[in-house]
C-alpha cells in the first residue's frame, strides 16, 4: 500500500481522495445483499467532493438569503441607482458635446446626400406607415400640403419627430432612438417634400397654416 | 417458500413503445415547422397571405408542440419504461389489466384532444398546462387511474423492499398529481373557457410552480427512475452506491418543488419569494448531479462495453446532458445572469438541452433496448442505431449552440445605449433581425435530430418485422411472507421504510408539500405581497373579450407582460419614465396573469396609447406593413371574424365570485357597451382613408379586431391615472 501511494502523484492521490471510489477488484466488499431482477447495488461512500459541494451550496445560500434579507439586492434599489448613474453620466456628455443637444439653430439641409438620407430613415423608421411613401397621409397627415396640426418649419417639425405627436395618436417620440442629426435629415426631408403631389393625398388637417416659406 | 407462476404484461409496453415513437415524430415535426416560421412567416399562409390559416398561427402551434413532445412523447416514454421495469422490481404482473389499457387509451385521448383544441385556440394560456378544463378533468381521472395501477402493484409485489426506481415513480404520481390540480383550478364560464382561481402575481407563482416542477416531476423524476433500471441494467454493472441513491432522491424530491420562483426573477413577484427561488435552485446543484453521477459511475469498468453498445451511448450523453442543464439551470437563477437570460433564446437553447439529450436521448436508448425484449430478437440494424447517435448529437448542437448566441446577442442589444441617453437599437425589430441566421441555423439543428428519430423508428419497424411477439412473458417469484411491520432490530431506517410503502409515499407527499405551503400559503394571505393601486379597474366587456382573444392567439407565447425594473427596459417600454416599471397591484383583474416567458416580440404592457387604433388595425392585418421585417403572423381572420360575446354575462358573473367588482347593472348592460365601446373605436379608424375606402361598408364594429384593439388600448395605463390624480 505504502509503496503504491509513494509511486502516485499528487493529482492522482488528490482524485482519489475526492472521489473515495472502491476499487472495482475488491469491489465485492461494498456490495449489498439488494437484488432488483437481477440489479445489484453497491454502497460506495458519498463522493466527498460531492458532499463538500453540497455543503458549500447550502453556506451559500444561507449567506445569499442573509444579504437579500437585509435589502441587498433590492431590484427597486437597483434601478434607482442606475437612473441616477445615467443622469450624471448624460449631463457630463452634455455639457463636452453642448451641439447635439441644442435644439437653437437647427441646420436645415439641401444638399442630396443628407436628403437622401432622411429620405431612408422616413421610410426605415417606418414613417411610411402612416404618412405614406409619398407622404400623402393614411393614419397620420398628409405632410405635402401648407397646413400643419402641431406646427411646420423646422423647428416644429423637429420637435414633433423628437417628442412624438398628440397622445394616443401613435407617433411615438424619436429623440430616445435618432441622434439629433438623423432627426435634422428627417425633418428635412419633409420640408423638401413640400408641395409635391401625392397619388391619393389625404384632406388637409390642423389649424397652422405654414407654407416652406 | 414455493415459488409462484405469473406474467408480465410485454403487451401494454408495446403499446406505449409505439405511442411514444409516433408522438415523437409529431411533436418534433410541429415544433420543426414552428422553428421554420421564425425565419419564413408566411411559410403556411396557404390559402393566401390575405386570407391566413388560425390554427396554423404559431401562437396555437407552440403549445402544441410543448404538449405534444412533453406529455404525448415523454410521457408515453416514461409509462413504456416505467411499466417494464415496475413489473419486474416489483415481481409482479401490473394490479390491474384493464387499468393498463384505460390508462394507455385515456392518455391517448387526451393528446388527441390536446391536439385538436389547442390550433382551435382553447386554451388557458399557462405554460405547459394550456388545455382547458374539461380536458384537465379528464387528465386527472387518467393520472388517478395510473396512480393506482402503480400503488396496486406496489401493494401486491413479491419483493419486500421497494428499489430506487420505485421511489421516483411514487415522486413522480404524487407531486404531478398535486401540481396539475392546484395550477389548473379555474371557474369555468362557458365550454371551453375558464378563469384561473388566482389572478396576477399569485397566478403567476402557481404556474411557474408549477412549470418548474413539470420540468422536475415530469420530465427528470421518472426519466430518473428509468436511468436506475436500464443502464445497470443493460451495462450489467452494479448501482454505483445505494446511500447515493437515497441521499439524493430525497434532496432532490425535498429542494426541487421550493425553486419555481427562479422563473420570475426580477418581476413584479415580491422578492423575498424570488430570492427563495434563487438560493434553492443554487442548493439543487449537488442533489442533481447525484442523479448525474450514480448514472455515469455504475458505468465504470464497462466503458469499453460502451463503445459497441448503442443503448449506452445514448444514456452517457442524456445523462450528461441532464448534468448540464442541471448546473446551467441554478446559474440561471442567480438574477445578474437570469437578467441577461431570461426573455431571450438562452433558456430555448437551455430547455432544448434538457429535452433532446436527457429526455430524448434516454428514451432512445430504452426504446433499442426494449425492443430486443419485446420481439425477442436482436436489432435490425446496430449501424444505423449508431447513425441516428451520432445525427441526434449533431442536432443537439447545431440546435443549442446558435440559440446561445442569439441570446446573448440579443439581450446586449437590447441593453446598450449610446452615450446621449438614447438606445442604440430603440427599433425592437434591429434585435429580431439580427439573429435571424441563428433561428436558421437552430432549424438545420432541429431537423437533424428529427432524422435522427425517425431513422430509428424505422430501425424499431423492422426490428419488430424480424422478430416475434412476446405479450406475457413468464416469471415466477415466492410470494412474500407476512413480517412484523415494526423496525426489527439493527434494521436500517431506510430499509424499514423501503418495506413500509405507504409510509414511503407519504413522507414523499409531506417533502414536496413543505416548500408548496412556504411559498404559496403567505402568497396568498399577506396582502403586503400586493399593493393596492388606486386607480386601476376592471377590464370593460369589450376589453375582457379582447383579452380572451389575445390569449385564444396565444400572443403571450412572444410578446411580455412584465416591464422589468431596469434602466433599458423602462426605456424602451415605459416612455423612460423610471416609474413605470411593471408593478404587483396592475395585474390584480388578470387571471390568467399574462407575463410570458419569451419576447420574440417586444413587451406589451404598456402599449396602451403608444399607437393609434389603425395603427394596431394594420399591424394586425400585416404586421409587415407597419414593421418591416417583423415576423409575427398575420392575423387576417381577426378581421373578417365576428366576436362572439355570447358567454359575456356569464364571463362577468364568473368573475364577480372571484371578486372582480362589477355591478349588477354593468353586467346586464354589458352588451350595450361592447357596443358603444367598439363604435368608438371604429369611429377612430375612419379616420384613415385606406380605412373607410376598405372596410367603410361593412360591419366592422361587430368584428374581433375590435375587441382585441379595446384590450391593448388598455393595457397599463390605469396606472398613468393615479399618477395624473397625484400630481
Redo the contacts between chains.
Keep these: 500500500m505504502n509503496k503504491n501511494s509513494e509511486n502516485t502523484s499528487a493529482w492522482t492521490r488528490f482524485i482519489k481522495s475526492m472521489t473515495k471510489?472502491h476499487d472495482?477488484a475488491t469491489?465485492e466488499d461494498i456490495?449489498?445483499d439488494?437484488d432488483?431482477?437481477?440489479?445489484?447495488?453497491?454502497?460506495?461512500?458519498?463522493?466527498p467532493w460531492?458532499l463538500y459541494?453540497?455543503y458549500i451550496?447550502?453556506v451559500?445560500?444561507?449567506v445569499?438569503?442573509f444579504f437579500?434579507?437585509r435589502g441587498d439586492?433590492?431590484?427597486?434599489d437597483?434601478?434607482?441607482a442606475?437612473?441616477v448613474q445615467?443622469k450624471v453620466?448624460?449631463e457630463a456628455?452634455k455639457i463636452a458635446?453642448p451641439e447635439?443637444?441644442s435644439v437653437t439653430n437647427l441646420e436645415v439641409y439641401t444638399d442630396a446626400v443628407n436628403l437622401e438620407k432622411g429620405k431612408e430613415l422616413f421610410a426605415?423608421?417606418?414613417c411610411t406607415?402612416?404618412h405614406l411613401t409619398d407622404l400623402g397621409g393614411?393614419?397620420g397627415p398628409n405632410l405635402t400640403d401648407d397646413k400643419w396640426i402641431l406646427g411646420g418649419g423646422m423647428d416644429d417639425i423637429f420637435n414633433t419627430i423628437s417628442k412624438g405627436g398628440r397622445?394616443?395618436?401613435?407617433m411615438?417620440?424619436?429623440?430616445?432612438?435618432?441622434?439629433k442629426t438623423e432627426r435634422q435629415q428627417l425633418s428635412s426631408y419633409i420640408i423638401s417634400m413640400m408641395g409635391t403631389s401625392p397619388a391619393?393625398p389625404?384632406a388637409p388637417q390642423g389649424d397652422i397654416t405654414w407654407d416652406g416659406k | 417458500m414455493e415459488k409462484e407462476q405469473f406474467y408480465y404484461d410485454n403487451k401494454i409496453v408495446k403499446m406505449f413503445l409505439w405511442a411514444t415513437i409516433l408522438w415523437g415524430v409529431v411533436g418534433m415535426l410541429v415544433g420543426l415547422l414552428v422553428a421554420f416560421l421564425f425565419v419564413a412567416p408566411g411559410l403556411l399562409e396557404f390559402a393566401g397571405s390575405d386570407n391566413a390559416i388560425s390554427w396554423l398561427s404559431f401562437g396555437r402551434l407552440r403549445p402544441l408542440h410543448t404538449n405534444a413532445v412533453i406529455f404525448a412523447f415523454v410521457g408515453n416514454g416514461a409509462f413504456m419504461g416505467i411499466y417494464y421495469s415496475t413489473q419486474r422490481l416489483l415481481k409482479a404482473r401490473m394490479f390491474n389489466d384493464l387499468l393498463s389499457r384505460i390508462h394507455f387509451w385515456g392518455w391517448q385521448l387526451i393528446i388527441v384532444a390536446a391536439a385538436i383544441t389547442l390550433p382551435l385556440g382553447f386554451n388557458s394560456s399557462k405554460e405547459y398546462a394550456e388545455l382547458e378544463w374539461p380536458i384537465d378533468i379528464w387528465v386527472v381521472l387518467i393520472w388517478v387511474v395510473f396512480g393506482i395501477n402503480l400503488i396496486g402493484t406496489i401493494l401486491k409485489r413479491r419483493q419486500r423492499h421497494i428499489y430506487v426506481a420505485i421511489w421516483f415513480y411514487i415522486a413522480t404520481f404524487i407531486t404531478i398529481a398535486i401540481l396539475y390540480i392546484f395550477n389548473n383550478l379555474a371557474l369555468p364560464v362557458s365550454g371551453f373557457k375558464s378563469y384561473s382561481v388566482y389572478a396576477g402575481v399569485q397566478d403567476a407563482l402557481i404556474q411557474w410552480w408549477y412549470g418548474h416542477n413539470a420540468v422536475a416531476f415530469f420530465l427528470t423524476t421518472p426519466i430518473l427512475g428509468l436511468m436506475y433500471y436500464f443502464v445497470p441494467k443493460i451495462a450489467n454493472r452494479p448501482v454505483y452506491s445505494y446511500r447515493l441513491s437515497i441521499i439524493h432522491f430525497w434532496t432532490l424530491i425535498f429542494l426541487y418543488i421550493w425553486a419555481g420562483p427562479h422563473h420570475l426573477l426580477y418581476t413584479a413577484l415580491p422578492e423575498w419569494a424570488q430570492n427563495l427561488g434563487t438560493v434553492f435552485s443554487i442548493m439543487l446543484i449537488f442533489p442533481s448531479w447525484g442523479g448525474m453521477i450514480n448514472g455515469l459511475l455504475t458505468l465504470r469498468g464497462v466503458w469499453d462495453k460502451v463503445r459497441e453498445t448503442p443503448e449506452l451511448k445514448f444514456f452517457v450523453v442524456a445523462i450528461t446532458g441532464y448534468g448540464m442543464t442541471t448546473f446551467e439551470g441554478p446559474l440561471l437563477s442567480f438574477k445578474n445572469l437570469n437578467a441577461i437570460g431570461h426573455y431571450t433564446d438562452w433558456i430555448i437553447g437551455h430547455v432544448h438541452i434538457g429535452t433532446l439529450s436527457w429526455n430524448g436521448f434516454m428514451i432512445a436508448g430504452i426504446v433499442y433496448w426494449l425492443a430486443t425484449k419485446l420481439w425477442n430478437t436482436e436489432l435490425y440494424s446496430k449501424k444505423l442505431a449508431n447513425a441516428h447517435f451520432l445525427i441526434g448529437t449533431f442536432g443537439i448542437m447545431f440546435y443549442a449552440i446558435p440559440l446561445y448566441i442569439a441570446g446573448f446577442t440579443q439581450a446586449f442589444m437590447w441593453n446598450e445605449f449610446n452615450p446621449d441617453g438614447t438606445l442604440v437599437y430603440g427599433n425592437f425589430l434591429d434585435t429580431v433581425t439580427a439573429i435571424i441566421p441563428m433561428y436558421w441555423m437552430r432549424a438545420i439543428g432541429g431537423s437533424l435530430y428529427l432524422t435522427g428519430f425517425i431513422i430509428m423508428a424505422f430501425n424499431i419497424i423492422m426490428t419488430a418485422r424480424q422478430g416475434s411477439k412476446v405479450e406475457d412473458e413468464l416469471a415466477e417469484a415466492a410470494p412474500l411472507k407476512k413480517i412484523s411491520s415494526g423496525r426489527a432490530t439493527g434494521e436500517p431506517l431506510h430499509s424499514w421504510l423501503e418495506r413500509r410503502t405507504v409510509l414511503f409515499t407519504i413522507l414523499t407527499t409531506v417533502a414536496v408539500l413543505v416548500g408548496t405551503l412556504v411559498e404559496i400559503v403567505p402568497m396568498m394571505l399577506v396582502e403586503s405581497n400586493v399593493k393596492t393601486i388606486e386607480s386601476v379597474k376592471p377590464y370593460s366587456p369589450l376589453e375582457l373579450e379582447g383579452r380572451d382573444l389575445y390569449i385564444r392567439e396565444g400572443c403571450n407565447n412572444c410578446h411580455s407582460q412584465m416591464i422589468r425594473p431596469f434602466r433599458s427596459e423602462v426605456a424602451r417600454y415605459s416612455d423612460n419614465d423610471p416609474e413605470l416599471y411593471s408593478k404587483a397591484g396592475e395585474f390584480i383583474y388578470d387571471r390568467p396573469f399574462l407575463w410570458g416567458s419569451r419576447r420574440t416580440g417586444p413587451d406589451v404592457h404598456r402599449i396602451g396609447g403608444k399607437y393609434n387604433d389603425n395603427w394596431h388595425f394594420n399591424h394586425m392585418l400585416d404586421p409587415r406593413s407597419t414593421s418591416p421585417g417583423s415576423i409575427m403572423p398575420r392575423y387576417t381572420w381577426l378581421i373578417k371574424n365576428t366576436l362572439n360575446a355570447s358567454s359575456i354575462e356569464s364571463k362577468l358573473e364568473g368573475l364577480v365570485s372571484l371578486g372582480h367588482p362589477y355591478s349588477k347593472e354593468e353586467i346586464a348592460n354589458a352588451r350595450q357597451s361592447i357596443a358603444t365601446q367598439a363604435a368608438g373605436i371604429v369611429e377612430n379608424l375612419r379616420q384613415d382613408p385606406e380605412f373607410v375606402r376598405n372596410y367603410g361598408d361593412q360591419n366592422m364594429q361587430e368584428r374581433e379586431i375590435i375587441a382585441l384593439i379595446a384590450y391593448l388600448q388598455r393595457l397599463g395605463t390605469d396606472i398613468k391615472a393615479d399618477r395624473t390624480a397625484q400630481n
Design positions: 471510489a472495482i469491489e456490495m449489498t439488494h432488483y431482477d437481477g440489479i445489484k447495488e453497491l454502497d460506495n461512500v458519498l463522493p460531492w459541494g453540497f451550496t447550502i451559500i445560500s444561507i445569499y438569503y437579500a434579507l439586492y433590492n431590484q427597486y437597483e434601478l434607482k442606475d437612473v445615467a453620466e448624460l456628455y458635446n447635439l443637444f426605415s423608421k417606418t406607415a402612416c393614411g393614419i397622445p394616443g395618436k401613435g411615438i417620440a424619436w429623440e430616445s432612438s435618432l441622434s391619393a389625404k
